[in-house]
């Protein structure tokens, strides 16, 4: 899992059919060094977009919005994230490589002890 800025929305006329009524978000992974820096800020007062790398489609069934951050999934667990009541068994049916699990209200980083 990795935690991100929700930088925008993606629509799609034209999807898979399983990708019908799933929520598409542009985010931006924090480095932990942007998390350092930050600690301890609320979404509104964390990093500035221009200083995160490059941004990543997810899937989105929380209702997360631009400027929030968030926790993202990827691979297996980001399918399984979108689909949370499938039978023992039973494997996910989207095509996703990654999702919100969680939308952060605050966040804390301690700083390295310096031997």
Avoid: N
């Avoid at 989105?60 to 297996?76: M, Q, R, S, T």
């Amino acid at each position: 899992m990795f935690m991100a800025r929700v930088i925008g929305t993606v629509w799609s006329t034209v999807k898979w059919d399983g990708l019908h009524g799933l929520r598409l978000l542009l985010v931006r992974p924090y480095h932990l060094e942007d998390l350092v820096r930050a600690a301890g800020a609320v979404a509104d007062d964390g990093v500035a977009p221009e200083c995160l790398p490059d941004g990543v489609v997810v899937a989105d069934v929380l209702g997360a919005g631009p400027g929030e951050d968030v926790i993202v999934a990827y691979g297996h667990a980001a399918r399984v994230g979108i689909q949370p009541d499938l039978a023992d068994g039973e494997a996910p049916t989207h095509p996703i490589d990654a999702a919100v699990v969680a939308i952060v209200d605050r966040f804390s980083v301690q700083a390295a002890q310096e031997a």
